[in-house]
């Protein structure tokens, strides 16, 4: 539920930009988990602000499993895409392919990790454009 509103709230932010926010939770998975508001809100406006500079129209986010210790949410969009020669440094702070500062999926990759989680660029996604796994722990 946090994480939809923290969507919404970025979302809002662009809103003259048309863009479309879809949320999938199938079978209504329930995950409870102590975490710093700002870092989860820090990390999806990364990934949102991404998504905006890569001309994304629409954005899924997709809570795919919950096991005992992890939460998996597949974050897609599509935009533009991320080109495979860029593939092993997309997460180097400083390393941008639009005029962002390079910092935020750096950023967001040492959040995660901090929390004992994780984030994976994926190949493919049914949007076509960017997308990327991240699993929060409890």
């Known amino acids: 539920e946090y994480i939809v509103n923290i969507c919404s709230g970025v979302i809002k932010n662009f809103q003259d930009e ?26 999806l406006d990364n990934l949102i602000s991404n998504s905006k500079r890569a001309n994304a129209k629409k954005i899924l986010v997709d809570v795919l499993q919950k096991d005992e210790k992890y939460l998996t949410i597949l974050f897609s969009d599509d935009g533009k895409g991320i080109a495979k020669k860029s593939f092993d440094r997309i997460f180097e702070v400083g390393f941008t392919t639009t005029s962002g500062s390079g910092l935020g999926l750096g950023q967001t990759e040492k959040l995660l990790r901090k929390r004992r989680g994780d984030i994976q660029l994926e190949e493919q996604n049914e949007l076509q454009g960017a997308a990327f796994k991240l699993r929060f722990s409890k």
């Open 18 to 43: 048309n863009m479309i926010f879809e949320f999938r939770n199938n079978g209504s998975i329930v995950f409870e988990s102590k975490f710093r508001p700002l870092e989860i809100s820090i990390i």
